[in-house]
C-alpha cells in the first residue's frame, strides 16, 4: 500500500467573474510537491528480506519557482483622450496598486474588473463585422482545430497509462488436429481465460497517470493560449485594413489638392507669372504623392488575405465583404488592470508552464519507481478437450494461479542515469515556467507603455494635423494671389500629408495597442 504524494489538480478552469483559485509560485506561498516513503503492502510481506533497503524511498521537494511577482505594474494609470482624440481605452490600476496618489489630472480612475471583461474583448470595440471575423476565426482556423485534435490526443494518452492500473483479461481458443508418427489422428480443443495485474507497490504507474493528466491540463491550456493569440492576430489584421483603408483615402484627397495646385502651376507659367521650374516641382510633388497609392492598395489586399485565411479560407474569399470603407474600432474605455499575479493566473501560457512542471515532477517519480522490484499477479482458467462436445464436462477444466516479483539487480546505472535524465527535465520546466513569468510581465509592461505614449502622440499629431491644414489652404490662396513663393505651397501640403497619414497610422496603433494589452492580460479565452 503506497501513499500518493499530495496534487493539486487544475483541471476546472474558473468561470468568468469567478475569483481565481490561488495558484502557487504566484504569490508568497510556494508549490511542494514530494513524494512521500511508500510502505510495503501486507500482500507483499513474504518479500520483506528481499527488499531490505528498498521500502523507503527519498522524498523530493521540487515546486514551482519563486518567480519575481510585483505588487503592481509600474504604468499604473493611462492618459485619458482628450476630446479630440480617439476615443481609446484608458487602462487604470488594479485593486492595492495606490493609483489614487498624486495621478495626475486626467487619469482613468481604477474600476475592478473582472476575467468576464477580458473573454470577449473584441466586443469592447463595438464593431460587428470584427466581432463576427474573430468569431469565425475561433471556430474555423485550422491552427485551432490542430490545438483541438492535440488535447484529444492527450486525453487518450491519458487512459492508456490509467489502464495499466487495472487488471487485463483476454480470451483465446484453439482447434487443433496431429497425426503422430504411425498413429491415427487426434483432435484437441482448447478455450480460457488469461488475466493479469502488476502491483502499483511503488506508484510508478500512479506517477504515469498523474504525469499524463497534466500533459492534458497542458493540451487545455495549449488550446486557450492559440485562442488568445488567433483572436489578437485577427484583431490586428482587421484594425490593419481599416489603418490602411483610412492612409489611401488621405492619400487621394492630398493627391486631388496637389493637382488642383498642379493645374494652377500650369496657368500661372503659361501667364509669365511662374517659371517652368514651378510646375515641374509642382507635377514631382502630385506623382510622389499618387505612387504611395499602390502601396497602400497592395497592403489592403494582403491585409483582406490574411483575414480570410485567419477564418479558414481562401485568401481573396473576404474581398467584397471587405472593400467598404470602415473607420477604424476603438475601445470602450472603461477597462482597468489587475494586479500582476491575478494576470498571471489569467494567462494560459502561464498556466500550461505549470502544467509541464508538474508532469516533470511526476515522471521524476515514475522513473525512481521503477528502480525498486515489481510484482504481479497472473491466473488462468480454460477448457481443453479432444472433441468440441466434451469442452462442457467438468474434467475439461483447468485453472492456474501465478505470483512473481522480479528485482533489478545490475542494469549498469540505467535505472539511476534515467532519474537524473526526468531531474533534468525538471529542471528544465521550472526554468521554462520562470522564463513564461517574466516575459508576461514584460508584455503586459510593454502594451502599457506603448498605449500610453501612443496617446499622448496622438494628441500632438491631432494638434499638427490642424495646423497644417490651415497652413496648405492660406499657401495656397496667398500663391494664387502671387503674395508667396510656390516653394512655400509645395511644403505645406507635403506636411499636411504626412501629418494626417501620422495621424490616421496612430489611430491604429492605439486601438492595436489595447489588443495587444488584452492578449498580454490573457483575455480571448475563457
Avoid at 523507503?56 to 483622450?81: K, M, N
Avoid at 501667364?271 to 506623382?287: D, H, K, N, P
Wanted: glycine share 8%.
Amino acid at each position: 500500500m503506497t501513499t500518493e504524494p499530495s496534487h493539486a489538480s487544475h483541471d476546472a478552469q474558473p468561470r468568468p467573474g469567478a475569483a481565481a483559485p490561488a495558484r502557487p509560485g504566484l504569490g508568497p506561498a510556494r508549490l511542494t510537491r514530494a513524494r512521500e516513503r511508500p510502505r510495503l503492502a501486507p500482500a507483499a510481506a513474504l518479500f520483506a528480506a528481499a527488499l531490505a533497503g528498498c521500502a523507503a524511498l527519498p522524498a523530493r521537494d521540487a515546486g514551482l519557482p519563486d518567480a519575481p511577482i510585483p505588487a503592481a505594474w509600474s504604468t499604473s494609470t493611462v492618459p485619458a483622450a482628450s476630446a479630440g482624440a480617439a476615443a481609446g481605452a484608458a487602462a487604470g490600476a488594479g485593486a492595492g496598486a495606490g493609483a489614487g496618489a498624486g495621478a495626475p489630472s486626467g487619469t482613468a480612475a481604477p474600476v475592478p474588473t473582472a476575467p468576464a471583461a477580458l473573454t470577449d474583448w473584441w466586443r469592447r470595440f463595438d464593431d460587428p463585422q470584427l466581432t463576427g471575423l474573430v468569431a469565425q476565426a475561433l471556430e474555423a482556423n485550422p491552427g485551432l482545430r490542430g490545438a483541438r485534435a492535440a488535447l484529444a490526443q492527450a486525453r487518450a494518452l491519458r487512459d492508456v497509462q490509467a489502464a495499466g492500473l487495472l487488471p487485463n483479461v483476454s480470451a483465446s481458443g484453439s482447434a487443433q488436429r496431429a497425426r503422430p508418427a504411425g498413429g491415427n489422428a487426434a483432435n484437441r480443443f482448447q478455450a480460457g481465460l488469461d488475466a493479469g495485474w502488476e502491483l502499483d507497490v511503488f506508484g510508478g504507474q500512479r506517477s504515469a497517470v498523474r504525469a499524463a493528466e497534466a500533459d492534458v491540463r497542458a493540451a487545455q491550456e495549449s488550446l486557450a493560449d492559440t485562442q488568445v493569440s488567433l483572436a489578437a492576430e485577427g484583431a490586428l489584421a482587421y484594425l490593419d485594413l481599416r489603418s490602411q483603408q483610412a492612409r489611401l483615402e488621405i492619400a487621394r484627397r492630398n493627391l486631388a489638392t496637389q493637382t488642383e495646385t498642379l493645374q494652377l502651376a500650369r496657368w500661372r507659367v503659361q501667364a509669365g507669372l511662374a517659371t517652368s521650374v514651378e510646375l515641374e516641382q509642382a507635377r514631382a510633388a502630385s506623382e510622389q504623392t499618387a505612387a504611395q497609392i499602390p502601396v497602400l492598395e497592395s497592403a489592403i489586399a494582403q491585409a483582406q488575405h490574411a483575414l480570410a485565411v485567419l477564418t479558414g479560407r481562401a485568401p481573396a474569399a473576404l474581398q467584397a465583404a471587405l472593400e467598404p470603407v470602415q473607420p477604424v474600432p476603438q475601445p470602450a474605455g472603461d477597462l482597468a488592470l489587475a494586479i500582476p499575479a491575478e494576470t498571471l493566473r489569467q494567462r494560459p501560457d502561464v498556466r500550461r508552464a505549470e502544467q509541464q512542471v508538474s508532469a516533470a515532477l511526476a515522471r521524476v517519480s515514475q522513473a525512481d519507481a521503477a528502480r525498486y522490484p515489481s510484482f504481479r499477479l497472473g491466473g488462468s482458467l480454460g477448457l481443453s478437450a479432444l472433441t468440441l462436445g466434451g469442452l462442457s464436462s467438468g474434467a475439461a477444466v483447468f485453472n492456474s494461479l501465478l505470483g512473481s516479483v522480479s528485482v533489478p539487480l545490475f542494469d549498469g546505472g540505467a535505472a539511476r542515469a534515467q532519474v537524473r535524465v526526468q531531474e533534468a527535465g525538471l529542471e528544465q520546466a521550472r526554468v521554462n515556467y520562470e522564463s513564461v513569468v517574466l516575459a508576461a510581465l514584460k508584455e503586459v509592461e510593454d502594451a502599457l507603455v506603448a498605449l500610453r505614449n501612443d496617446r499622448a502622440q496622438l494628441e500632438r499629431l491631432r494638434n499638427a494635423a490642424e495646423a497644417a491644414a490651415n497652413a496648405a489652404l492660406l499657401a495656397q490662396q496667398r500663391y494664387a494671389s502671387g503674395l508667396i513663393d510656390f516653394q512655400v505651397v509645395l511644403e505645406t501640403q507635403r506636411t499636411l500629408l504626412n501629418t494626417q497619414d501620422s495621424v490616421a497610422n496612430t489611430v491604429a496603433k492605439v486601438s492595436a495597442d489595447h489588443v495587444r494589452l488584452y492578449k498580454a492580460l490573457g483575455g480571448g479565452w475563457e
